[in-house]
């Protein structure tokens, strides 16, 4: 009898034992997907990762070469500036320059009026001693 309940007992543990394997075979599997899933998901956030890292890769470039470009341009537009700096101080001599050319003309012309009228009065006082000598005579 004491077998007998030994045995009974022994089976009862041992359905009670495969029940739980069965259970714990069932919440491996359902792990097991659980993770095949997860990997599949961390595949995904893997790809894209490399792929933003190779987009980053190539913005830093990108940057760099815009980066290089305005450097150039900044240098461009401060020598274009020199160069402005430099032709409005040249056109600023010239403007002085001509001033000086204009008022140097404007002194010769009023000269040459000055000339011109001596040289009226001494052709008119000319004859007027012609008219005086052709008179005597």
């Known amino acids: 009898d004491d077998l007998l309940s030994k045995m009974t007992k022994l089976r009862k543990d041992l359905a009670a034992r495969r029940q739980v394997n069965a259970a ?4 491996n599997s359902e792990f097991a997907k659980a993770l095949v899933a997860r990997a599949g998901e961390t595949s995904v956030i ?4 490399k792929k933003m890292a190779k987009l980053k890769v190539h913005a830093d470039k990108k940057t760099g070469k815009f980066e290089a470009r305005r450097a150039e341009a900044e240098d461009e537009r401060a020598q274009l500036q020199a160069q402005i700096r430099e032709l409005q101080t040249a056109i600023e001599l010239e403007t002085k320059n001509t001033e000086s050319v204009v008022r140097t003309h404007s002194t010769f012309e009023r000269q040459r009026e000055i000339m011109n009228k001596q040289v009226r009065t001494e052709e008119d006082a000319t ?3 012609r008219d005086l000598v052709a008179v005597t005579e």
Request: net charge neutral; proline share 0%.
């Open 24 to 27: 714990l075979e069932k919440q």
């Open 46 to 49: 893997e790809k894209d990762s």
């Open 127 to 129: 004859k007027a001693t």
